[in-house]
């Protein structure tokens, strides 16, 4: 049942999103911090009790956390190694139905994930099912109000905005805005990932779409009828669009977050592929994953203290680190705790001055729309 | 005069002209059960447990209620969608195809391969590479395929060079006529396997005694070995069909975002994905999808009965 009062205002999201990036751009002005390790350390707010109690239960179960996702590989090693926790990360791929399926079916085993990272439709249903309990960490009021279940039954990790990432050698122009996708240089180049109506990154991709097209976060058709002009042109490509098939040169030009394409840079980068990110000019939309405690956890206490990692100023920072806009992000930029080497990695805070976000009731009613049209236009 | 109990084989061994001869009635457990089923309890305990039971619970899943408790009509009626409908006609069709074309083809090179007159290496050879290759479906194959003749695969290149762009001529790797062809790679090794035995026998004496009565190439095939042939023909491509029917990973990986509007990849968007919670609507589909197999293993199973009259 969606509780009407905890409806994501525009106004708020849009605020937000503006103060985030007013305080990135900010960033300029104030003298950077030495990258060492004690500018990364954490606020020092984890109560020893908590760490004692999660070291007595020896391990977390975690899951579906891809290591070149937000940078999660990073942090789940530092963790490791920090509070010396054994960490299992089944199904690394998963999605966020997954998450919330095997929460169900692995109640009371000990095989059970004890904390998950899933979409805003997935926290949504999962609360409803009594899948999660109710935690909130020491920095909550951090947390803008906008992105946080008030129970405490979910909270907002991070979010990204929808980009497009193009192979420098098979693009030769980067496109800037949805109209350079049409581009008839563009034959067969242009993929999202995965069906919008399964695929957060997809649904982002339609939506940003429809935003920049003359929809609207209530009207998705505009954002169909982009992709089915693109199809019409040529220049989709159905096949899904990861880190494999872009650096294969098979999905050259990809429409996912911001966070994904800038990870993706990176590796090709290390394989000397150029790769160019770029925030569209119109149609910036943006969207927030969720952390939840499950209700059934194996190691309730080393989920806390996850939690409580992932809340605390070195954990925001390595989730700013793999590119995303992490939950406290005002938070940090206000205490100064950036360091201007990683600002500058980030793509420039104008491009993210429009960000919008949609509720879960806008998402579902596009979700709707999506399902009965998204099959019959393309396919 | 017969001493025949119901369910025993007759005994050859005591063979007594005008009687037929005394059977041991079969070994009866609890007066009711026969030990002669217990061998075969572990196969019927498999069959249960990973199949009767996972179908019953799609089953249920598809007539339970998305929240709450309670059952409904409710998914089953959304099957009848515009878009379910479409998914379920390309489904079958692309199935049709490919189940045609690698079962036409690959009769023509199982027979070629198989038949009394070729080479002995050809036969081995042939069997060896289409047991590989009929499992060799799936995302490499996919990408396989996309390496080849994608956008910007080696075949697509080595023709533009030549000056011939296939793609600006119509044909892309993403539609419905490249799954077709990338199908049939796995369907027309599958075909061979499957229907080399039956070419072994259509044995040669056949052929000449219909060539000593006078009959051409032409009337040999038509009057003897089709119709000898044809219902393991059959049931082979019918075989095929549910080998299409069901492939999930080889579409997902070529067409998982769009453009070919499958069954498979819908009921698993909306089984594990980010957005659409819906498991109950993966059930329906998955069950429209056991309707129509059923009917396809019906076929075959018939059809398989009535082949093995002829090897007899």
Known sequence: MRDRNRQISRRQLLQMGAAGGLGLAGLGAFPGLLETPEALADSGRISKSLIDAAQKEGAINLIALPPDWADYGEIIRIFQTKYRLGISNANPDGTSAEENQAIQTLKGQDREPDAVDVSGSAAQAGKAAGLYQPYKVSTWNTIPAALKDSQGYYYGDYWGAMSFLSLNHVVKQAPKDWSDLLSPKLRGMVAIDGKPYSAGDGFGAVMAASLANGGSLDNIEPGINFFVKLKKAGNFNPADAYTATILKGATPIAIKWDYLNLAVRDQGAAQGQKITVNIPKHGVYGGPYYQAISAYAPHPNAAKLWMEFLYSDQGQLLWLKGYTHPARYLDLAKRKKIPAKLAKKLPPASAYKNVKFATLAQIAKANAILQEQWDAKMG | MANVAPTARPDRS????????????????????????????????????????????????????????????????????????????TSIKLSVATALTGGIFGLFVAYAAVKEGAPRWIRSALITFSGVAANFAGVPLAFAFIATIGTTGVITSFLSSYGIDIYSNGFTLYSFTGLTIVYTYFQLPLMILIISPSIDGLRSQWREAAENLGANTFQYWR?????????????????????????????????????????????????????????????????????????????YALLQRRASRWLR
């Not at chain 2, 079969?26 to 009767?52: C, D, E, H, N, Q």
């Open chain 2, 14 to 89: 005591a063979i007594v002209p005008g009687r037929l001869p005394a059977v041991p009635a079969p070994r009866r457990l609890l007066g009711k059960l026969s030990l002669t089923w217990l061998p075969v309890a572990p196969f019927f305990l498999y069959v249960t447990i990973f199949m009767l039971l996972p179908s019953l619970s799609i089953v249920q899943g598809a007539f339970s209620k998305s929240t709450g408790s309670g059952y409904t009509l409710d998914h089953v009626r959304t099957l009848f969608d515009p878009q379910y409908r479409d998914a379920f006609w």
């Open chain 2, 223 to 299: 009057m003897v070995g089709l119709p000898i042939l044809w219902p393991s023909l059959l049931s082979a491509m019918v075989l095929l069909f549910g080998s299409a029917f069901s492939a999930y990973a080889t579409a997902y990986a070529l067409i998982g975002s769009g453009s070919v509007n499958l069954v498979p990849i819908i009921i698993g968007a909306v089984m594990s994905g980010n957005i659409t919670i819906d498991p109950n609507l993966g059930d329906a589909l998955a069950l429209g999808m056991i309707v129509i197999i059923g009917f396809t293993v019906a076929i």
